[in-house]
């Protein structure tokens, strides 16, 4: 089946203006202002977008896909991600981690969850390894992890700054960004090295401390949570200024942001009123991570699980709120994360890509039909993209 997009606004995330898109063999085969293959006897399927913005398929590079938490007793362990989560908040491609708990979750089951999810039709990725160290890998070691296993794209959340994580030194940190470097080398994959950091006062230091030490570039890490606090997004600033790309937590609650905590929304604005370069920002969702409340004796006193629609309502909020650019504003959850974790057919709209889109209403933003490797996920406000659980019969 062909299908051939007429008359949608376009975004790549730049504005492309009103186009007609082709879509062929789950690729981007043309796009033009007119596409006319009217008498062509072919298995083609119209739709008029007349009115709609057609944007990439959101590209969140941290969600918690079998759930996590925990930090408050086994019954405090979040819930796994649905399809029709990741679908109703147009994410068409993602990558999953652990975090805390990699003890009563595994990476075996976050591997069996990734492949579950794109055999339901969505992109679906993964890191080797938790917030622990040393790293625990499905082949031993995380340079096979990433050279024979297709999904695994990178190594992460490898927690620094926080009370959770195994504190590891500079040397450990170094031999872990290494092996996901020539691992990712070998394997043409990013080897990306996920960091999450925490409220502990280092900040970002041991992260300048192997690049000082070792000679290992700062683009081989991607802190997230940089929005944590003021404090961090400064630091967070100066890391992009010297080559490292900084990453946004769009979940919160109330009680986060009231102890200080930035929406992600604001810390974009911030960062790039501070001359931090759009393209090293991006946004990610911390979906089904818990979102623990900590008195200041450093003791839980209250939880709460994040969400992957927060990924559209910040990115959407900074262009409603803060006066950032449409464009600017959609890069950091398409185009900008694709590229960091070296994920080359997303993220974009352009000839050769995978065919992941959606279709917003242009006064909204809400969004109306979503498209993952040429098949519709949602159509008309509609999910028809079904997991082997659902047996309803859909019309995709």
Known sequence: MLTLIKNAQLFAPRNLGECDLLVADGRIALIERHIDI?????PLKVIDAKGKLLVPGYVDTLVH????????GFNSRTPELTLAEAVGAGVTTLVGALGTDADTRSIEDLFGKTKALTEDGLSCYMYTGSYEVPVRTLTGNVRSDLIFL?????VGEIAIADHRGSQPTVQ?????ASDANVGGMISGKSGIVMIHVGAGREQLELLHQVHRDFELRLSLFYPTHINRSRALLEAGIEFARKGGSIDFTAST????LAMGELRASEALALALEAGVSENQITISSDAQGSLPHFDQAGRLDGLEIGRIGSLHEEWTRAVREHQVSFSTALATVTRNPAKVTGLHRKGEIAVGKDADFN???PDSLTIDSVMCRGRWLQHN???????????????A
């Open 65 to 72: 896909i079998t759930g996590g938490g925990g930090e408050g």
């Open 381 to 395: 406000g509609k999910r028809v993209a079904k997991t082997a659980f659902e047996h309803v019969e859909v019309e």
């Open 150 to 154: 297709d999904p695994v794209i990178g």
């Open 359 to 361: 279709l917003l209403e």
């Open 253 to 256: 609650t109330e009680h986060i």
């Open 172 to 176: 450990e940190l170094a031999r872990i």
């Open 38 to 42: 009217g008498g062509a006897s072919l």
